[in-house]
């Protein structure tokens, strides 16, 4: 899944005019758009993929608008079983707030479970490399893609540039430390993780010409 981006020499629409506001602003309503269709959960896949596919656009300087943001969200969701895929990520995520009360020993159900810490240790790891992946295949997808193919190449991607990998998880990090210091700040992070993935992404198109 190869790609050649543009470089620039377009007119960049920012998202909700935030043009007046420079980058910043931009950053700051992409991450508040990606928030809000991350609510209901299960459409966390679908609104990772608009949010890169929106900053994709903006940083190429390409027109790029709130419908056009929504019409990757739908595109996203119904193709190709994206939903079936959508499902897989909310069981994650559902994982892993089961995975956080068993490190932090608050057990499930106000059980404490005999090698709850060995087993929140194993789940994170798994988490980590999930939840790689999904950045990954989020910064890779495209209207004409097939999920299943781009979740394969997302995997291969992310063993064979482990440096990018490494990145992303750091991003995640820093916006875990980032709510740990202010829990408001939950808001920002799916859109930061957009940035983080598509950063990465970049990075390793540059490299690899």
Do not use: Y
Request: with cysteine.
């Amino acid at each position: 899944m190869a790609r050649k981006r543009p470089v620039g020499g377009g007119q960049a629409r920012p998202l909700f005019g935030a043009g007046s506001l420079g980058l910043l602003g931009e950053m700051l309503l992409v991450c508040l758009a990606v928030a809000v269709l991350c609510v209901p959960v299960v459409t966390v896949l679908p609104a990772l993929t608009a949010g890169c596919r929106h900053l994709n656009r903006f940083v190429d300087g390409e027109e790029t608008t709130f419908r056009w943001l929504l019409r990757d969200f739908w595109q996203a969701w119904s193709k190709s079983l994206g939903w079936l895929w959508s499902l897989g990520v909310a069981a994650l995520a559902l994982l892993a707030v089961v995975d956080l009360l068993l490190a932090t020993g608050n057990g499930v159900i106000g059980l404490e479970l005999p090698g709850a810490r060995l087993v929140a240790a194993v789940a994170a790891a798994v988490l980590a490399v999930a939840f790689v992946v999904v950045l990954w295949a989020a910064s890779l997808w495209e209207p004409a893609a097939r999920w299943r193919e781009v979740i394969r190449v997302a995997a291969l991607q992310a063993m064979a540039d482990w440096r990018g990998s490494v990145l992303i998880l750091v991003g995640f990090l820093a916006s875990a430390v980032l709510v740990w210091m202010l829990p408001a700040m939950v808001i920002l992070c799916p859109g930061l993780w957009c940035f983080a993935a598509v950063a990465t992404d970049r990075r390793h198109q540059a490299t690899a010409q």
